[in-house]
């Protein structure tokens, strides 16, 4: 049986109001109390999926868990307490904010609280209103965050285009960085070796878990080193058309229509029904 799912967020569990069904909730619960840990794994950081969590009914307790930053950490929801953290340089982090200005970006810099965001364009305040607080900028410099911990930089631009022809561009200073792209507006940029991924294994070995006994759950780009990394992957109805042939499992469907509950019954729910 699966011990662990590990979710996707946005365009995953998330509908298009960015909450979570009933359908879904139910199903979350349902598995919780057979001992299936359910754990997101998002790109956002901890701080801003504590709402979800309440949703959920897995806010503030003990040994439930998030993956957040793309992997670049993995907290106990207890008091939010770190069990691993691994982030960019500062000087890394100021090349790129510096780089990115010579774009046609949304600048976003992540620290462990907080998210700052220069050229905060229309599109993005609309996209973002719903789902996390951010801190407006107007600096040339990141100076003011020399002494903070930062975990990632992304840049938004609804073109995939552009964003690639930006990943290609920059290969001068991203040599030592993991890069992916999510949302269908960003690209983004963490240190080398941080990925979902790395943090499904990170957790899945600090339970005791095997990961084959894990499940992952995902839409985008970002998700790919989680679902090839667990031992069952699975994308949701709207997965961007290239990984979708490369998942064990799509669902009927999308984050709309209670895709997270489909696979919870599904591989979950109904085979610990059939062996009772």
């Given at each position: 049986?699966?011990?662990?799912?590990?979710?996707?967020?946005?365009?995953?569990?998330?509908?298009?109001?960015?909450?979570?069904?009933?359908?879904?909730?139910?199903?979350?619960?349902?598995?919780?109390?057979?001992?299936?840990?359910?754990?997101?794994?998002?790109?956002?950081?901890?701080?801003?999926?504590?709402?979800?969590?309440?949703?959920?009914?897995?806010?503030?307790?003990?040994?439930?868990?998030?993956?957040?930053?793309?992997?670049?950490?993995?907290?106990?929801?207890?008091?939010?307490?770190?069990?691993?953290?691994?982030?960019?340089?500062?000087?890394?982090?100021?090349?790129?904010?510096?780089?990115?200005?010579?774009?046609?970006?949304?600048?976003?810099?992540?620290?462990?609280?907080?998210?700052?965001?220069?050229?905060?364009?229309?599109?993005?305040?609309a996209h973002l209103e719903t789902k996390m607080e951010v801190i407006?900028?107007?600096?040339?410099?990141?100076?003011?965050?020399?002494?903070?911990?930062?975990?990632?930089?992304?840049?938004?631009?609804?073109?995939?285009?552009?964003?690639?022809?930006?990943?290609?561009?920059?290969?001068?200073?991203?040599?030592?960085?993991?890069?992916?792209?999510?949302?269908?507006?960003?690209?983004?940029?963490?240190?080398?070796?941080v990925n979902k991924g790395a943090g499904i294994t990170f957790l899945?070995?600090?339970?005791?878990?095997?990961?084959?006994?894990?499940?992952?759950?995902?839409?985008?780009?970002?998700?790919?080193?989680?679902?090839?990394?667990?031992?069952?992957?699975?994308?949701?109805?709207?997965?961007v058309p290239e990984l979708k042939e490369r998942v064990d499992y799509?669902?009927?469907?999308?984050?709309?229509?209670?895709?997270?509950?489909?696979?919870?019954?599904?591989?979950?729910?109904?085979?610990?029904?059939?062996?009772?």
């Amino acid at each position: 049986m699966y011990k662990l799912i590990a979710c996707d967020l946005d365009e995953t569990l998330l509908n298009i109001d960015n909450q979570v069904s009933q359908r879904n909730i139910e199903a979350i619960k349902r598995a919780d109390a057979l001992g299936v840990k359910f754990v997101l794994a998002t790109g956002r950081g901890y701080s801003t999926v504590q709402g979800t969590l309440q949703e959920i009914g897995l806010h503030d307790l003990e040994d439930e868990y998030v993956i957040s930053f793309n992997g670049g950490a993995v907290t106990e929801n207890k008091d939010n307490k770190l069990l691993h953290l691994q982030g960019i340089s500062f000087d890394f982090a100021s090349e790129l904010y510096r780089r990115g200005l010579d774009y046609d970006v949304c600048i976003h810099v992540y620290t462990k609280e907080d998210v700052y965001v220069y050229n905060y364009v229309e599109e993005e305040r609309a996209h973002l209103e719903t789902k996390m607080e951010v801190i407006e900028i107007f600096d040339k410099d990141i100076d003011f965050l020399k002494d903070e911990e930062i975990v990632k930089v992304l840049y938004m631009n609804t073109d995939r285009d552009y964003l690639q022809q930006i990943e290609e561009e920059l290969k001068d200073i991203t040599q030592d960085s993991d890069i992916t792209y999510s949302s269908n507006r960003y690209i983004e940029f963490n240190d080398k070796g941080v990925n979902k991924g790395a943090g499904i294994t990170f957790l899945a070995d600090h339970l005791g878990i095997d990961i084959e006994e894990t499940i992952a759950i995902g839409d985008n780009f970002n998700d790919w080193p989680m679902l090839e990394t667990a031992g069952l992957s699975v994308g949701v109805q709207n997965m961007v058309p290239e990984l979708k042939e490369r998942v064990d499992y799509v669902t009927e469907a999308n984050h709309n229509e209670d895709a997270v509950a489909e696979v919870i019954e599904k591989f979950i729910l109904e085979p610990a029904e059939e062996t009772k």
